[in-house]
């Protein structure tokens, strides 16, 4: 873990479709002043504020992914994966610009943002990087599912899923979590989706830009992609890969344990806002802080 902030060195690029509007859109993450934060910016929007800071209070709907907005309507949706690489690298302030509605959905992994995040490279910037420490547990439950954030000395991840397809089952991971551990464990998961479900989703607009180039397509039991799975258990581990994007709405990395069961988008923002309103069970510290304590 790095003491002090970071940004990048110089714009990362991207361009693709989004996975729900099949828009294609253009990227640029640039370098941003300490204490900036992540803050994405519609250049396609002239007429009103374009610029939305990637907050808690700015997630407004989270079916099927993250959308933030700002207060004149302007949104950004599918953030997570472009987060959550963002975080595990250490990048604490970008801005990303971006001429449309929706963050490319790539190849549905965080890999090829990893890609491009590494070309570019990081530049250490001089303020000391702010942790956001859990001091006492949160936990969220919605029937059978459930986001908790547990005091814990480094971060650390652990999911649990379970579907009726056979092709998934029940799957669950738990491990601590760094930046190698991000790279080797999680950056290349894909999303997935349900072929039954996909003329449905098109009628709300949703998944008009989904194809097995950018996610694991299920029927029945059976994976559809000629390659297969990355990972036998590449499921739970995507769904890590959307929890740790969904948390850096935080504005800091974390020091704790995050666990879902059986949680999506929604409640991992849900247990996000009730951290936010206990400020007694969390605190802001830095990361020679949080070390002279732990000794």
């Known amino acids: 873990m790095a003491a002090f902030q970071h940004t990048v060195r110089t714009p990362a690029l991207f361009a693709g479709v989004g996975v729900h509007t099949g828009a294609y859109v253009r990227v640029a993450v640039q370098p941003a002043p300490v204490d900036t934060g992540i803050v994405f910016i519609r250049t396609d929007i002239t007429d009103r504020e374009a610029r939305i800071a990637a907050t808690a209070e700015a ?7 993250t959308v933030i907005g700002n207060d004149a309507g302007v949104t950004v949706s599918t953030i997570e994966h472009l987060m959550a690489a963002l975080a595990m690298l250490g990048v604490d302030n970008a801005v990303v610009e971006l001429d449309g509605p929706e963050m490319p959905i790539l190849d549905g992994s965080a890999q090829p943002f990893v890609r491009g995040l590494d070309r570019t490279g990081l530049r250490a910037q001089e303020a000391p990087r702010r942790f956001i420490e859990i001091l006492e547990t949160v936990e969220v439950v919605e029937g059978d599912k459930r986001a908790t954030l547990k005091p814990a000395l480094g971060f650390e991840i652990a999911f649990e899923i379970a579907f009726d397809s056979a092709a998934i089952g029940r799957q669950s991971i738990d491990m601590p979590m760094d930046e190698q551990a991000f790279r080797e464990e999680l950056a290349d998961c894909r999303t997935f989706g349900f072929l039954a479900d996909v ?8 998944a008009r830009g989904g194809s097995m180039e950018n996610c694991v397509v299920i029927d029945g ?8 799975l990355r990972r036998p258990d590449e499921f739970v581990r995507h ?23 059986l949680a999506g988008h929604g409640l991992n923002n849900a247990v996000v806002r009730a951290l936010m309103a206990r400020p007694e069970a969390w605190r802001v510290c830095t990361l020679a802080e949080a070390l002279r304590e732990a000794v």
């Open 199 to 206: 003329e449905y989703l098109r009628t709300k607009g949703l």
């Open 239 to 261: 769904k890590a890969l959307d929890a740790i994007g969904d948390l850096y709405v935080l504005g800091a990395p974390l020091l704790g344990r995050f666990e879902g069961v």
């Open 59 to 65: 997630v407004c709907r989270t079916e099927l992914g």
């Open 221 to 228: 039991g059976t994976v559809l992609n000629p390659e297969g």
